[in-house]
């Protein structure tokens, strides 16, 4: 299967905090899924943990590499950037992936994350969604150790909040 392409610094295992996600579902293609992940303005209609996203510089409403944005999640108000964002075609998956941050560069308070997804079309009408995100920072040292684990569990009602409003869509 496919995978995340990290950038440097961001590779899971050197990170204080890691988070990995996935589900299969059948009767759903990326070509559905697609919309809902790389519209910032859909989230928090599927996602409760979501809130307040726009664009800077008169980009959006859709991701695009480059594009600078706001979100809020986690109690974090997250300043954005996209740095990955291909569609899904035939046989090739969709790939998105920002680099977030939060606090002042040098504080405690700095977090810095990587989220990237994929969204892949499977053999028998089916899709696969990953959700992986390393972090970076004394607030990523204490996501990663309160138990059970924010991120994991934050991510999970991601991916099912992104199929139900897929299938509900779709209208089944």
Same mark, same amino acid.
């Given at each position: 299967?496919?995978?995340?392409?990290w950038?440097?610094?961001?590779?899971?295992?050197?990170?204080?905090?890691?988070?990995?996600?996935?589900?299969?579902v059948?009767?759903l293609?990326a070509?559905e899924?697609?919309?809902?992940?790389?519209?910032?303005?859909?989230?928090?209609?599927? $996602?409760?943990?979501?809130?307040?996203?726009?664009? $800077?510089?008169?980009?959006?409403?859709e991701?695009?590499?480059?594009?600078?944005?706001?979100?809020?999640?986690?109690?974090?108000?997250?300043e954005?950037?996209?740095?990955?964002?291909i569609?899904?075609?035939?046989?090739?998956?969709?790939?998105v992936?920002?680099?977030?941050?939060?606090?002042e560069?040098?504080?405690?308070?700095?977090l810095?994350?990587?989220?990237?997804?994929?969204?892949?079309?499977?053999?028998?009408?089916?899709?696969?969604?990953?959700?992986?995100?390393?972090?970076?920072?004394?607030?990523?040292?204490q996501?990663?150790?309160t138990?059970?684990?924010?991120m994991?569990?934050g991510?999970?009602?991601w991916?099912?909040?992104?199929?139900?409003?897929?299938?509900?869509?779709?209208?089944?």
């Amino acid at each position: 299967m496919n995978a995340i392409i990290w950038p440097e610094g961001f590779v899971p295992g050197f990170t204080e905090n890691f988070a990995s996600n996935e589900v299969i579902v059948a009767g759903l293609s990326a070509a559905e899924i697609w919309p809902l992940l790389v519209t910032p303005a859909c989230w928090p209609t599927y $996602y409760a943990n979501s809130a307040n996203p726009r664009f $800077y510089d008169d980009k959006g409403p859709e991701l695009a590499e480059g594009d600078r944005f706001y979100f809020e999640t986690f109690g974090f108000p997250v300043e954005a950037q996209c740095n990955e964002c291909i569609a899904p075609s035939a046989g090739q998956p969709g790939r998105v992936a920002w680099h977030g941050w939060a606090g002042e560069v040098g504080s405690e308070e700095r977090l810095d994350v990587h989220h990237a997804w994929l969204v892949e079309d499977l053999e028998g009408q089916r899709v696969r969604i990953l959700t992986q995100e390393t972090q970076k920072g004394a607030p990523a040292r204490q996501l990663h150790e309160t138990r059970p684990n924010p991120m994991i569990n934050g991510h999970q009602d991601w991916l099912d909040g992104i199929v139900a409003a897929a299938r509900q869509a779709k209208g089944d």
